[in-house]
């Protein structure tokens, strides 16, 4: 049985192909057409998969969408005439694209499908599962439980914000959930944006900010005291109720009412790209605690409700890494899976996984120890001559390796030297993390390597961290983590035996001098509070970035190296190996691995691009 899931028309479209239950193709849209969190028809990424799989779309048993329209639209309704007359502009300027396109999707699909291939619409069975049912079914299936407590937290679907249900085989039930308007997921994108991030891709910035608020500062206590007595109502079983009094998303067009919240924290919004105050990190820091108390809250009352020892998450929340870390330390559950693409891109597996299951009834079979994901790594992947055709394109200088081993002892001695390397291998993955396919790499004992990689490389703000990929079987040497992490989807501290001790004013310190401080012998993957966000790599899911980082053991001592995503700020992470070439040679990186073919960046021709480039790529 085939099925195609997509995901499109919010942000972050996507497609993937289930065959018979198992994941075989999965991709993002931005990553084809190169822009960011692209919310259009994923017509590029359905392309890929059908490519992948040898399937035309006549051959597929259902096309699954992953939300319900209309039951939007109702919500978009009832929304508007429960604030009439506020928000008239705003309903002014959706519903021309309701009524054009949203009300009438199953012929929009159908169009837009044309795109793909000619087909016979007369043979296209299209299915709408809700929005939740496709996180969860994108959490719960493809993890190793035979049963499970499955928790999804997001901004919206159609109404439901965030939801518990339970997982047995191929059953899943709802037990619980939260409506529209109150969100943990639209609450601190109300934050994102109040601190001068963009709403839907600023959040990992913000987590990111967080740790520079001073945790012993009575700011950062009045600020949660203020947002848990002004803004939200915490419930025991971790429900919320936001005061709309103090925010705009429900029926206008930011999401934040900045009066209101001037009158609150006692300083405007901040303006994108000015420069970070200490209040700024502080209130970061007070959001993501009240994030996390409200995420253990209601893993604790899934626990609760289906006495599971296993935990399935998803929906955008859950790529909130910090707290899914301190979730995992109070031991509420044996076991966690994150699904990877946790975010709306997920909804499109996801959706092909209700289907195949709860629609189309079919049998559910654990994948035993490990998860069904594949590492992640379910999108395109190139040919030696395909990459040749690249480099003769750009009359890029190379050197092939015939052998792995040589490769990989050569690229360990070139990060040995601290050079910054693009490494870029095999099937890309899925979701928004660089899993070591898609990856820029480089040495985690320097102590400027923080500073180049965001300056140099991803030119974004310097307060952002790097995360460490390590041996799965050394993790424990170097983290205070009891589990794997492949999808870097955990933040735990770095081992005591490996920090360097802080002068006794260090939280008192600007952040621009804690930044720069030295706090470990690892210092470009240990970030500002002695924490990490950990990607465990398996010899069994990627055998060649795991004998890179063991060549690089074998040669320094180190089972890990640093790991960003491969891609420059504002940019999707590259796709093919002429993305890749190209970001090779618009930044000051120093060497690109593509397949067996190393390329030197002193080596190569003139690059002609003039620094028009960076405006091609709006800021994220």
């Known amino acids: 049985m085939n099925i195609l899931g997509i995901s499109a028309f919010y942000h972050d479209s996507a497609a993937a192909i289930i065959q018979n239950g198992k994941i075989t193709a999965a991709a993002q849209e931005e990553r084809f057409t190169r822009k960011k969190h692209d919310d259009g028809f994923p017509v590029e990424a359905i392309k890929y998969c059908l490519k992948e799989t040898g399937l035309s779309l006549d051959e597929l048993d259902a096309v699954v969408f992953y939300d319900k329209p209309l039951l939007k639209f109702e919500r978009l309704l009832e929304t508007y005439y429960a604030f009439a007359p506020k928000g008239f502009r705003s309903f002014l300027m959706a519903m021309p694209v309701w009524l054009k396109d949203k009300m009438f999707l199953k012929k929009l699909i159908k169009d837009e499908l044309k795109k793909v291939e000619v087909y016979d619409k007369k043979k296209l069975k299209l299915l709408f599962p809700e929005h939740h049912l496709s996180h969860t079914a994108s959490a719960f299936y493809p993890s190793p439980f035979d049963e499970a407590a499955i928790l999804t937290i997001d901004g919206v679907g159609e109404w439901a914000t965030a939801s518990i249900c339970y997982g047995n085989k191929a059953e899943i039930k709802i037990l619980k959930e939260l409506h529209f308007p109150n969100s943990l997921g639209l609450l601190y994108s109300a934050f994102t944006y109040y601190l001068g991030f963009k709403v839907n891709s600023g959040e990992y910035k913000l987590m990111g900010l967080a740790p520079y608020g001073n945790p012993e500062s009575a700011d950062v206590k009045k600020y949660v005291e203020i947002i848990k007595t002004k803004l939200v109502d915490i419930k025991d079983d971790g429900s919320i109720w936001l005061d709309q009094k103090y925010f705009n998303y429900a029926v206008g067009l930011r999401m934040a009412k900045d009066d209101e919240w001037l009158k609150l924290?006692?300083?405007?919004?901040?303006?994108?790209?000015?420069?970070?105050?200490?209040?700024?990190?502080?209130?970061?820091?007070?959001?993501?605690?009240?994030?996390?108390?409200?995420?253990?809250?209601?893993?604790?009352?899934?626990?609760?409700?289906?006495?599971?020892?296993?935990?399935?998450?998803?929906?955008?929340?859950?790529?909130?890494?910090?707290?899914?870390?301190?979730?995992?330390?109070?031991?509420?559950?044996?076991?966690?899976?994150?699904?990877?693409?946790?975010?709306?891109?997920?909804?499109?597996?996801?959706?092909?996984?209700?289907?195949?299951?709860?629609?189309?009834?079919?049998?559910?079979?654990?994948?035993?120890?490990?998860?069904?994901?594949?590492?992640?790594?379910?999108?395109?992947?190139?040919?030696?001559?395909?990459?040749?055709?690249?480099?003769?394109?750009?009359?890029?200088?190379?050197?092939?390796?015939?052998?792995?081993?040589?490769?990989?002892?050569?690229?360990?001695?070139?990060?040995?030297?601290?050079?910054?390397?693009?490494?870029?291998?095999?099937?890309?993955?899925?979701?928004?993390?660089?899993?070591?396919?898609?990856?820029?790499?480089?040495?985690?004992?320097?102590?400027?390597?923080?500073?180049?990689?965001?300056?140099?490389?991803?030119?974004?703000?310097?307060?952002?961290?790097?995360?460490?990929?390590?041996?799965?079987?050394?993790?424990?040497?170097?983290?205070?983590?009891?589990?794997?992490?492949?999808?870097?989807?955990?933040?735990?501290?770095?081992?005591?035996?490996?920090?360097?001790?802080?002068?006794?004013?260090?939280?008192?310190?600007?952040?621009?001098?804690?930044?720069?401080?030295?706090?470990?012998?690892?210092?470009?993957?240990?970030?500002?509070?002695?924490?990490?966000?950990?990607?465990?790599?398996?010899?069994?899911?990627?055998?060649?970035?795991?004998?890179l980082i063991n060549a690089f053991k074998k040669k320094t001592g180190i089972a890990m190296v640093v790991n960003t995503s491969f891609n420059v700020r504002g940019e999707p992470i590259v796709c093919t190996p002429s993305d890749a070439y190209k970001c090779l040679m618009r930044t000051e990186m120093d060497y690109l691995v593509i397949g067996n073919f190393v390329f030197d960046k002193k080596k190569q021709p003139e690059w002609k691009e003039d620094k028009m480039w960076q405006t091609e790529y709006k800021l994220d």
């Open 265 to 547: 924290f006692g300083f405007p919004r901040r303006e994108s790209e000015s420069e970070l105050q200490q209040c700024h990190c502080d209130l970061g820091l007070a959001i993501q605690i009240v994030t996390e108390e409200v995420v253990i809250k209601m893993a604790t009352e899934a626990q609760k409700l289906t006495n599971s020892k296993n935990l399935c998450l998803a929906g955008g929340v859950a790529l909130n890494c910090v707290a899914n870390g301190k979730l995992q330390n109070l031991n509420i559950f044996n076991n966690i899976f994150i699904q990877p693409a946790s975010g709306d891109a997920g909804g499109a597996p996801g959706a092909a996984l209700a289907a195949y299951y709860i629609y189309f009834k079919n049998e559910r079979k654990t994948p035993g120890a490990n998860d069904s994901m594949n590492g992640s790594y379910l999108g395109p992947e190139f040919s030696d001559q395909e990459i040749i055709q690249t480099s003769k394109k750009y009359k890029a200088n190379y050197k092939y390796y015939e052998s792995e081993d040589e490769l990989t002892t050569d690229v360990a001695a070139l990060l040995n030297e601290e050079n910054v390397i693009g490494w870029f291998q095999g099937k890309m993955e899925f979701g928004p993390r660089a899993l070591g396919n898609r990856s820029i790499i480089s040495d985690p004992r320097s102590e400027e390597m923080q500073k180049k990689l965001n300056l140099k490389i991803k030119y974004r703000e310097s307060f952002r961290p790097f995360a460490p990929s390590v041996l799965a079987e050394d993790a424990q040497n170097y983290f205070d983590i009891k589990s794997s992490s492949p999808y870097m989807l955990l933040v735990q501290p770095v081992k005591k035996e490996i920090r360097k001790t802080l002068p006794p004013n260090y939280n008192s310190l600007p952040l621009k001098d804690k930044l720069y401080y030295s706090r470990s012998s690892l210092p470009s993957i240990t970030h500002i509070d002695f924490s990490a966000r950990i990607q465990t790599v398996h010899k069994e899911t990627n055998p060649r970035y795991w004998n």
